[in-house]
């Protein structure tokens, strides 16, 4: 079974829905964090080095086992010479 076939599946499931769509943030974050990274075709290591951290915690961050600090994400997007915005939305209905 493709994992896409899984998700569907798992999403008729209403408890697993709410579930999964509160770590929607997260997931954007990390997804982001990868891109930006990817893009500029650098390392953890090389991440870590240019943010003045680990490259342990940058590994963690893309695992979605870490929750970072606001302060932390502005290190990680200084390292990428990025800018971070956060916003507030209305939540969907």
Do not use: C, W
């Not at 599946?9 to 943030?25: T, W």
């Not at 075709?41 to 490259?55: G, H």
């Amino acid at each position: 079974m493709k994992f896409s076939e899984y998700k569907k599946l798992k999403m008729e499931d209403k408890d697993f829905k709410e579930e999964y769509e509160k770590l929607g943030p997260e997931y954007e974050i990390i997804s982001a964090l990868i891109k930006a990274r990817k893009e500029q075709k650098i390392s953890q290591v090389e991440l870590a080095k240019r943010a003045q951290t680990d490259q342990s915690h940058i590994s963690r961050l893309e695992r979605g086992s870490y929750n970072p600090s606001l302060n932390f994400l502005k290190k990680i997007a200084d390292g990428l010479n990025m800018d971070i915005h956060i916003s507030f939305e209305p939540k969907k209905i």
